[in-house]
């Protein structure tokens, strides 16, 4: 199936006016880029609704998009569990109990936290895998992009790569994280306005909701799953060969709802730095709750088309098929290529296709601008030249630094990249073994937040124990079918899960009970080394509680996470 | 600081403004729109984007100020 788009030059008139205001912004913002907090931290001065949107824009890249849409043609409607179950708990719980003590505690990142709550040496070991971490992503996100826009576009691999690598640090240096933030924003919008026309037109193809139940009966019985299979979310989770997904309804809850989603959105600094730049303590607490509205009806847009794909797929009349990679088998993460390719004519085309040039570049700018924040403090500031007391000097100096690291990250990336072109193995497994470290941390800074008790060197063991329990599970069981050392047991093959999701999910979950397990027993057995004093604004439990009746009720959070939690309970009734 | 809902105006204006006048353009192109089911997909995209876009100018600092500055 040829996967070449034919834009029209109202298609490259959209896409230049995109790239003109991607960096007008990071023009206009330069003149308030006066010292590093205004850099890296967005001088905390940005409104709710506008993290809101960054916090869940900077998950909403263009892998993410794709992959998401592929899930919907081969998982069906389980794939929303990773937008409902697996996503608003966490931020819920973000919201209303953690978000408190990351903005409240001075603390500039998620590794200064364990900084001021434990030790250096916790708040080392987290930087730098961090630091590493999202590099990496970058580039691989860099290197999917430039792939793309050669087999999408006909673009030349090289000069996409670099030119996109320029207009990323261009906005990032020229506005920082603002420019970071206010990019993700606009990217937001250009998502929903430039894929809703091809939502709408795949569903009116197939004759609406009703249509696609109806036309994906025989499709899915044929699969030996349910009639309704790819239209219901829990109703088949009883057991876990009853759904395509192949995972039962207590490994979603334990797996993703609970270690997988909360070690991602409660711990994730990339994430959780949006919430952080907000303007106020009450506005931080809002920010993953506004983000969550959205979230909730991402699926009809993206997931809900890929579903459709499936009826198209075995439609001969519809002429619909993917791309097949060199075993033959269907590319998933094409579909919603090939959907935009199957419905758009020029003009709204180029909407789309700059909806995912934009996710793309807004998802490297975002690493880049959480690479450059934890360089700069936590690791240049604390291991290279430490703050001197003269404020003037540091805050130029520190700002210059933050400049360089964005550079220096951009390039790393660049790096990357081609290492990713030529052993793209190599980042895959890089990326799996990276995915290890949220778990851990999670119940490390769970522990922290909210036991008193709990030590610094308890919690340094917990997350290098959590860490490498994951390694060893991974390197000791395999997802069945597995044809490269990559997807695991490359240490011995002991342990097989019948799909790779079980694998992962398996794989958090032991990371986080041992990371747990560790600090509980090895904080008992040790002497606190903090007084309750030191604790306050970091413990809960050591914390004055925050007075929330200054604000009208309708505003406060407790109000909104009430409303997020409404709605998505009625959303998984009606899909049930 | 700059407040956002300008340039995210301005951007869907313009975007709103590009597709309309095309899909005014493309009027009666029956063969362009087949694989759209038939429907004029930017007329009505380029509508939608466009006010979008106006809403989005209107909210915005920029604008309420020069608008209440016409007032007095």
Known sequence: MDTKFALGGIDYLVMAVYFLFVLGIGWALKKYMKNASAFLEAGRSIPAWVAGLAF????LGALEVMGMTGSGLKYGMLTTHFYWIGAIPAMVFLALFMMRFYYGSKARSVPEYLKLRYNEKTRGLNAILFAVMTVLASGISMYA?????ENV???NFNISLFASAAIVLAYTYLGGLSSAIYNEVLQFFIIVIGLLPMAILVMSDVGGWNGLQTSLAPIVEGKGFAADAWTSTWKYTATASGNPLGVAWYGIFAGLGFVLSFGYWCTNFLIVQRAMAAESMTAARKVPLIGAIPKMFIPFLIIVPGIAALVLMNDPLKGFALPLNSAGQPIYDYTIIMLLKQYLPAGVLGLGVTALLASFMSGMAGNVSAFNTVWTYDIYQSYIRPVTGNKDADDKHYLKVGKMATIFGVLVSIGAAYIASKFGNIMDFLQTIFSMIN????????LGMFWKRST???AFTGLLGGFIIALLHH???VPEGATTLVKGGWIAPLI??????AQNFWTAIYAFSTATLLTVILSLLARRTKTDDELNGLVYSMTPRLDDSAVLWYKRPWFLALIVGIIMIVLSILFW | MLDIRFPIGLMFTIF??????????TMGHDAMYVRSLGVNVNLISGICTLTFGLIMLFLSDPVRKMLKKKDV
């Open chain 1, 56 to 59: 869940i824009s900077t998950n």
């Open chain 1, 145 to 149: 992009l430039a792939i793309l826009l």
């Open chain 1, 153 to 155: 576009l006909g673009w």
């Open chain 1, 439 to 446: 778990a851990p941390l999670f119940a490390v800074i769970f």
């Open chain 1, 456 to 458: 610094g060197n308890a």
């Open chain 1, 475 to 477: 390197g000791l069981s």
């Open chain 1, 496 to 501: 097989t899960y019948p799909v790779e999701m």
């Open chain 2, 16 to 25: 709103g403004v590009i597709i309309t006048v095309y899909g005014l353009a």
